[in-house]
């Protein structure tokens, strides 16, 4: 959900709260299940020291040293995903080469009557007979995407069918979080209840609209008896859930984690929901350039649903079982802003201190990172105060690239982050970028290659993929290509 970066921070004061930055993070973490060994803690706070000192001087930060503990690598070996463009990620990201809109009228429900009329909405959904017909009846979307996206990411790694019998399934986990539920089963049951009475309302109206049951039906049925859960901080919430499982598999809790994010919330309780908040644009006679991240005309957010998913694989299992690998999770780190519900820090504090802690997290040097997928939701406040809180972190943007995936597929909400994660190893793999469509007057203070309208070739040494969200929630998750 878009929430706004101020930009008043100094170097200094961004540099003398980096530790104590460091240190509620680690906190944070314990929240997580990610309680680290007193020696790892030693050695992130050493290397946020390092990138202190060096952002304070204004120097070259040396690249930290990075895990080489091949059970504590932690790789992409498969992706899943739901999208406006379909349910196959190798044509999600040719659309999002080409520069397609996946946003036009809602046609799912009557949306004449709201100020804004348009979405991300996914149409034709098929489950592609990977939920049985009767429990597909009761379910609510977001549940169906998680399950669809889970179960294809896992297919991709090469553990569909009979072959996941030949990993330990204790040491498989899920969390696939949501940053709000099952919201048609709820809206139903509310409906239900206010028209009929309690008797009329389903037995699965508890089960189907809380956040945990995407992880939960994934393992029931495939008996991963892993670390299993779902986290939900809103629009931060599937980075999160890569944070989480990379910690548990650096543990040696699991072997390999199912995690992401799920969403679907286009339905009149959840358009009206963000109307109220103000939060959408309104650009009704044209929706397909509704949403332009970093462009003097946007106006607000367009809502988007589906799922995003990986399997997070530590090296030794992913070597063991000769698991093609997509690319390599670095590090990530989540922050808080303590400041306000739906408004950000001035400062940008919290924002420019998680994306130091992550790369602190992974071993890398702000030298190193060339692209950035950004949050960029369109909103007026909220794209320029991100760019200015990354223009505290990287002091030479020269060689920079970002891009708004949201320009295409809209604001998927607890979904984004893991969408937006495909988006970022797709351009590992392939070498290209998507464009950020809808650049039509760029804002004056946004000095970093947006990758206007058309796709750029890039090589990607560093991605880091950021993710914001309601309640000060800050996310930023930092992946590489594999190296060996």
């Not at 780190?333 to 739906?342: F, K, L, R, S």
């Amino acid at each position: 959900m878009a929430t706004c970066l101020g930009s008043g921070v100094s170097t200094a004061v961004q540099s003398c709260s980096l530790a104590a930055e460091t240190s509620a993070s680690l906190r944070q973490s314990d929240l997580l299940g990610c309680t680290l060994r007193q020696k790892d803690v030693v050695s992130v706070k050493r290397q946020a020291r390092r990138a202190t000192t060096a952002v304070r001087a204004g120097a070259t930060v040396a690249a930290p040293t990075r895990e080489t503990d091949p059970k504590k690598r932690v790789v992409i070996t498969g992706m899943g995903l739901c999208s406006v463009f379909g349910n196959d990620v190798n044509g999600y990201y040719d659309k999002l080469l080409e520069g397609v809109s996946g946003v036009d009228y809602i046609d799912r429900f009557d949306a004449t009557k709201f100020p804004t009329t348009f979405a991300a909405q996914i149409r034709n959904f098929s489950n592609e007979g990977l939920i049985d017909g009767k429990n597909d009846r009761r379910l609510d979307d977001c549940l169906r995407y998680a399950i669809v996206g889970g179960k294809k990411a896992l297919i991709d790694a090469g553990l569909g069918g009979d072959d996941l019998n030949k990993v330990d399934k204790q040491k498989v986990g899920v969390i696939i979080g949501s940053g709000m539920g099952g919201l048609t089963v709820y809206s139903d049951g509310v409906k239900a209840l206010l028209e009929k009475g309690y008797k009329r309302i389903t037995p699965f109206f508890i089960p189907y609209a809380i956040t945990n049951m995407g992880s939960a039906l994934l393992a029931i049925e495939l008996g991963l008896m892993g670390p299993n859960y779902s986290i939900s901080t809103a629009c931060a919430t599937a980075n999160y859930c890569f944070y989480a499982a990379a910690n548990h598999i650096r543990r040696g809790e699991a072997d390999i984690i199912v995690a992401g994010g799920t969403e679907a919330a286009i339905i009149p309780i959840g358009l009206g929901g963000f109307v109220a908040c103000r939060a959408l644009s309104q650009r009704n006679d044209s929706p397909q350039t509704a949403s332009r991240p970093w462009d003097k005309q946007r106006e607000g957010f367009v809502m988007g649903e589906g799922s995003g998913v990986l399997v997070m694989e530590s090296l030794e299992s992913a070597q063991r079982r000769g698991a093609h690998i997509y690319a390599e999770y670095l590090g990530g780190a989540v922050t808080c802003d303590a400041h306000h519900m739906t408004d950000p820090r001035e400062d940008g504090l919290g924002v420019s201190t998680c994306i130091l802690n992550a790369l602190a997290d992974g071993g890398v040097s702000p030298e190193e990172v060339n692209y950035i997928n950004c949050h960029a939701t369109s909103t007026i406040v909220g794209d320029v105060a991100e760019v200015n809180a990354i223009k505290k972190v990287f002091k030479d943007t020269s060689e920079i690239k970002l891009n708004g995936t949201k320009s295409m597929i809209g604001h998927c909400l607890g979904a984004a982050g893991g969408l937006e994660a495909i988006a970022v190893i797709k351009a590992i793999e392939t070498g290209w970028l998507h464009p950020t469509i809808n650049q039509f007057n760029l804002e004056e203070s946004v000095t970093f290659d947006t990758v206007p309208n058309e796709k750029k070739q890039h090589k990607v040494n560093i991605g880091i993929s950021n993710s914001f969200g309601f309640g000060g929630h800050n996310s930023v998750v930092v992946f590489a290509p594999f190296e060996a």
